[in-house]
C-alpha cells in the first residue's frame, strides 16, 4: 500500500501489470475474496479482504515461499499461529476435527518452541521464524532461510517422476519419501511421510499430484484452493439440505 497525492491506494494482485490505482482498487476486494491473483509473488488470502477476524492482510510478496506457505494458517494475519489456528486451517481444507485437533498438536508441538523469539516453551509459532523448523528428509525444495529453489524443484520430477507425465503418483511418492529419507533421523522421515500422505489424501486428482499443484503447495496457494473447494462443498450440502422435503 502506498500513498500518492495524499490518497491511499491499494495494490491488487489479481489485476493486470499496468492497471491503473482506480482500476484495480474497484476490484481488489471481489478478486482477492475469490483468492485470485495466485503465485509466489502475488498471493493473498482467500477472504483477503474480509475474514472471520475483520482484518484486510496485505500480499504477501516480501515473505520467503516457506512463510507464504505457512501464512495460510495465520488466521488473523498477525505474525504468529496459534494452536486454534492450526486446527482452523486444517478444518478448513477438509480435514476432519479429530485429525485437524491431533495434527495441530503435533505441529505446533514441533515448530512453536523451534520458531520462538525466546526460549520459553510455547505451542504457538513465529510465522518470520518458521524456517527453522526445517526437517532432514524433505526435498531441498526450500532452502536453509525458506527459499524456493526451482533447481531442487526440477529435480524432484526428473529423479522421481518415472513415467514422465508431469506429475506423481503413489508409488512415485512413495519412492520419493524412502528414497530421500535420512536413517540417522526418524523423526525427519516420518514427518515428511506424513506430510505427503496428508498433501496426496486432500488434493490428489486421479491418483496423482501434478506439477502445477506441488507448485501451489510450496508457496502456499494450493490451501487457499482447497479452501474454496471445501467451502462450496459445504454450501451444496447445506442448500440440499435446505431443499430436501421435511
Not at 509473488?41 to 492482510?57: C, L, Q, W
Amino acid at each position: 500500500m502506498d500513498e500518492q497525492n495524499g490518497a491511499v491506494s491499494t495494490f491488487d494482485p489479481t489485476s493486470p501489470p499496468g492497471a491503473s490505482a482506480e482500476g484495480s482498487s474497484s476490484q481488489s476486494q471481489g478478486g482477492a475474496a475469490r483468492g485470485e491473483g495466485r503465485g509466489p509473488h502475488t498471493f493473498v488470502s482467500a477472504s483477503a479482504t474480509e475474514d472471520v477476524y475483520g482484518s484486510r492482510p496485505a500480499a504477501l510478496g516480501e515473505m520467503t515461499a516457506l512463510e507464504k506457505h505457512s501464512a495460510f494458517f495465520d488466521r488473523n494475519h498477525d505474525g504468529i499461529i496459534t494452536l486454534r489456528e492450526t486446527y482452523e486451517g486444517l478444518r478448513a481444507i477438509g480435514i476432519g476435527r479429530a485429525l485437524s485437533a491431533w495434527f495441530a498438536l503435533f505441529i505446533n508441538g514441533v515448530l512453536g518452541t523451534t520458531t520462538s523469539r525466546s526460549f520459553i516453551p510455547t505451542l504457538s509459532i513465529t510465522l518470520k521464524n518458521v524456517h527453522r523448523g526445517k526437517h532432514a528428509s524433505d526435498t531441498g525444495v526450500y532452502d536453509k532461510d525458506g527459499r524456493f529453489n526451482p533447481e531442487r524443484f526440477e529435480e524432484l520430477f526428473s529423479r522421481w517422476d518415472k513415467d514422465r507425465d508431469g506429475a506423481l503418483n503413489a508409488r512415485e511418492l512413495a519412492a520419493r519419501t524412502l528414497g530421500d529419507r535420512d536413517m540417522l533421523d526418524v523423526f525427519g522421515f516420518l514427518a515428511s511421510a506424513g506430510e505427503w500422505t496428508v498433501l496426496y489424501a486432500l488434493a490428489g486428482r486421479g491418483g496423482k499430484l501434478t506439477r502445477e499443484q506441488l507448485r501451489r503447495m510450496y508457496d502456499g496457494t494450493l490451501f487457499y484452493e482447497l479452501e474454496r473447494e471445501e467451502q462450496a462443498a459445504r454450501g451444496e450440502a447445506r442448500a440440499g439440505k435446505a431443499s430436501a422435503p421435511a
